[in-house]
């Protein structure tokens, strides 16, 4: 079923690949590489080509990926010419960071969620008070010291910020013949789902072998909500813990809807000489065991006493995962559960920064009973 066209890294950079879908589609997988310092490897940006009527593209790789993109894609015997549109999965540097490139050098249209339409933009003067103006509203509630922006992701996103997007809409959009967006909001507030003549599904970060994505926080809603086009009214249906269990759960009615669905992640497709197969059920729920466990496990670290979300990732996570801006991360996700375990009344804010165990646990029932909207 996998056509290796060029063999290249074992966690699978620079290794393009052809699929045959059943009908006879073609779908060229174009892994380009990720380079984040640190000991952890998160592996390529899994990008995807659909040779359907209308050729498109999903993703671009990370910020100065799109020139070797193109040249990935002159391997499998397509020019940058046959692409029609290019479809972004989600606004994240390692999906969309070569887009503006791509669109410079193709002049292909640009479809995305109509919530990326909006955080892509600068608003210098709606930035809330302790936002960095001179970023984008995406960038509002990034944890990254200045320095570090400022030399990484200034001019990616000036040049974002000038693009033309094709607005794709919440739940379930037709965007060509055969195929299909889901709107999968929780890692990112503006997460699609491609699908492809029921046959195929791209699931970006949301669905990933191997990692377990980081969801969002219902916190940035309020830095953001101003912005926003006004039916978002509600942080819980796009940001946070619960809009990702809930947008598992549509995948996971999209899996049972399609049998058989090949199911291709934006990382991991192949790492360590391996292919990883997804299998769409069995994946969903295992992340959502993941989530439970992680929330029962910040519940048994806080019958200690209150504690800063800094010293429950202390606990809970392995020292390696700590290390640099590790530390960051780990907080943002220990910060994401709280929300949840709040909202199921099983902690409650102690203090300005701390967290304390009210000594229920209904976090799991509250987690199970999240159905898709
Ligand atoms: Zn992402
Ligand atoms: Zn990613």
Same mark, same amino acid.
């Given at each position: 079923?996998?056509?290796?066209?060029?063999?290249?890294?074992?966690?699978?950079?620079?290794?393009?690949?052809?699929?045959?879908?059943?009908?006879?589609?073609?779908?060229?997988?174009?892994?380009?590489?990720?380079?984040?310092?640190?000991?952890?490897?998160?592996?390529?940006?899994?990008?995807?080509?659909?040779?359907?009527?209308?050729?498109?593209? &999903?993703?671009?790789?990370?910020?100065?990926?799109?020139?070797?993109?193109?040249?990935?894609?002159?391997?499998?015997?397509?020019?940058?010419?046959?692409?029609?549109?290019? &479809?972004?999965?989600?606004?994240?540097?390692?999906?969309?960071?070569?887009?503006?490139?791509?669109?410079?050098?193709?002049?292909?249209?640009?479809?995305?969620?109509?919530?990326?339409?909006?955080?892509?933009?600068?608003?210098?003067?709606?930035?809330?008070?302790?936002?960095?103006?001179?970023?984008?509203?995406?960038?509002?509630?990034?944890?990254?010291?200045?320095?570090?922006?400022?030399?990484?992701?200034?001019?990616?996103?000036?040049?974002?910020?000038?693009?033309?997007?094709?607005?794709?809409?919440?739940?379930?959009?037709?965007?060509?013949?055969?195929?299909?967006?889901?709107?999968?909001?929780?890692?990112?507030?503006?997460?699609?789902?491609? @699908?492809?003549?029921?046959?195929?599904?791209?699931?970006?970060? #949301?669905?990933?072998?191997?990692?377990?994505?980081?969801?969002?926080?219902?916190?940035?809603?309020?830095?953001?909500?101003?912005?926003?086009?006004?039916?978002? #009214?509600?942080?819980?249906?796009?940001?946070?813990?619960?809009?990702?269990?809930?947008? @598992?759960?549509?995948?996971?009615?999209?899996?049972?809807?399609?049998?058989?669905? @090949? &199911?291709?992640?934006?990382?991991?497709?192949?790492?360590?000489?391996?292919?990883?197969?997804?299998?769409? *059920?069995?994946?969903?729920?295992?992340?959502?065991?993941?989530?439970?466990?992680?929330?029962?496990?910040?519940?048994?670290?806080?019958? *200690?006493?209150?504690?800063?979300?800094?010293?429950?990732?202390?606990?809970?996570?392995?020292?390696? @995962?700590?290390?640099?801006?590790?530390?960051?991360?780990?907080?943002?996700?220990?910060?994401?559960?709280?929300?949840?375990?709040? #909202?199921?009344?099983?902690?409650?804010?102690?203090?300005?920064?701390?967290?304390?165990?009210?000594?229920?646990?209904?976090?799991?029932?509250?987690?199970?009973?999240?159905?898709?909207?």
């Amino acid at each position: 079923m996998v056509e290796v066209i060029q063999e290249g890294e074992e966690n699978g950079n620079n290794m393009p690949i052809r699929l045959r879908l059943p009908s006879g589609v073609e779908i060229i997988g174009l892994p380009t590489e990720n380079f984040y310092g640190g000991e952890w490897d998160l592996g390529p940006t899994w990008n995807y080509l659909i040779l359907a009527d209308q050729p498109f593209l &999903v993703d671009t790789g990370k910020f100065g990926m799109g020139r070797k993109l193109l040249t990935m894609m002159e391997s499998a015997g397509v020019s940058g010419d046959a692409i029609e549109f290019i &479809v972004v999965s989600h606004g994240h540097e390692d999906h969309d960071g070569g887009l503006f490139e791509m669109v410079e050098s193709i002049r292909a249209k640009v479809k995305a969620h109509r919530i990326y339409d909006r955080l892509i933009r600068f608003y210098p003067s709606k930035a809330p008070a302790d936002v960095n103006k001179d970023f984008p509203a995406s960038c509002w509630h990034c944890f990254m010291p200045e320095s570090f922006s400022n030399q990484h992701c200034l001019v990616y996103h000036q040049e974002r910020s000038r693009l033309k997007i094709e607005q794709i809409g919440d739940g379930h959009c037709t965007i060509g013949k055969a195929i299909h967006t889901y709107h999968v909001p929780g890692h990112s507030p503006d997460a699609l789902a491609i @699908l492809v003549g029921g046959e195929a599904l791209i699931v970006g970060d #949301t669905v990933l072998p191997q990692i377990t994505p980081f969801p969002s926080r219902e916190a940035f809603f309020g830095q953001v909500r101003e912005i926003l086009q006004a039916q978002y #009214t509600h942080a819980q249906s796009i940001y946070g813990l619960r809009a990702y269990i809930r947008s @598992l759960r549509k995948l996971e009615q999209i899996g049972r809807r399609f049998t058989d669905l @090949l &199911v291709l992640p934006g990382h991991r497709l192949f790492y360590s000489n391996q292919w990883n197969e997804l299998n769409l *059920q069995l994946r969903i729920n295992q992340l959502i065991e993941h989530h439970i466990d992680r929330c029962a496990d910040i519940l048994r670290i806080l019958q *200690q006493g209150p504690k800063t979300a800094r010293e429950i990732a202390v606990g809970h996570f392995a020292e390696p @995962l700590l290390k640099g801006f590790g530390i960051m991360m780990a907080e943002n996700e220990i910060l994401s559960h709280c929300e949840l375990l709040r #909202t199921s009344n099983d902690v409650f804010l102690a203090g300005d920064t701390g967290f304390a165990a009210t000594g229920s646990s209904n976090f799991e029932s509250l987690i199970r009973s999240l159905e898709a909207e």
